[in-house]
């Protein structure tokens, strides 16, 4: 039987804390080539507007959520999220575990990667989900939930992967 999952706590929630924005020390920035992604580490990390802790706190993201890195200055990391928000945030908030993020109100899991699979499991959106494989299968993604539910998604379901 098929296992349904729901997103129970917003990957996002909104600051209203002000703080202004301190001496940058110049940096060398690098830029990134290709399409590079990370996750969040901690249970919870703040997205800012400026690479500094004293910048305005925008928003926070949760556990596992996908960021798609544009610009990396060492310590901080200029990062476009699933929405397209582009933010700064710290490096030690994020890991080079991949993660996707369910991009559809209804998408499944299937046990192959073939749409006549059996169905594994159901999800709503905002669901963090790890990926297990970074290449595609004629479109399908290995991905693994949290609850140890191990199959393939549709590319085109999810968002954080090339």
């Given at each position: ?79 476009r ?20 993020l ?28 790890d ?32």
């Amino acid at each position: 039987m098929a296992q349904k999952f729901i997103h129970k706590n917003t990957a996002v929630y909104g600051l209203g804390f002000v703080f202004f924005v301190g001496f940058l020390a110049p940096v060398s920035i690098q830029t990134c080539q290709a399409l590079e992604y990370r996750s969040v580490a901690p249970p919870k990390a703040v997205m800012l507007d400026a690479p500094s802790v004293n910048a305005n706190k925008l928003y926070i993201v949760g556990q596992g959520y996908p960021v798609e890195v544009i610009v990396n200055l060492g310590d901080w990391l200029k990062v476009r999220d699933q929405q397209g928000g582009i933010n700064w945030i710290d490096l030690k908030s994020l890991t080079t575990k991949r993660t996707v993020l369910v991009t559809l109100n209804h998408a499944e899991i299937k046990q192959a990667a073939d749409e006549t699979s059996p169905l594994l499991a159901s999800l709503d959106k905002d669901v963090v989900l790890d990926l297990l494989e970074s290449s595609t299968k004629n479109g399908w993604l290995k991905v693994g939930h949290r609850d140890g539910i191990n199959g393939y998604i549709l590319n085109t379901s999810v968002w954080g992967a090339n």
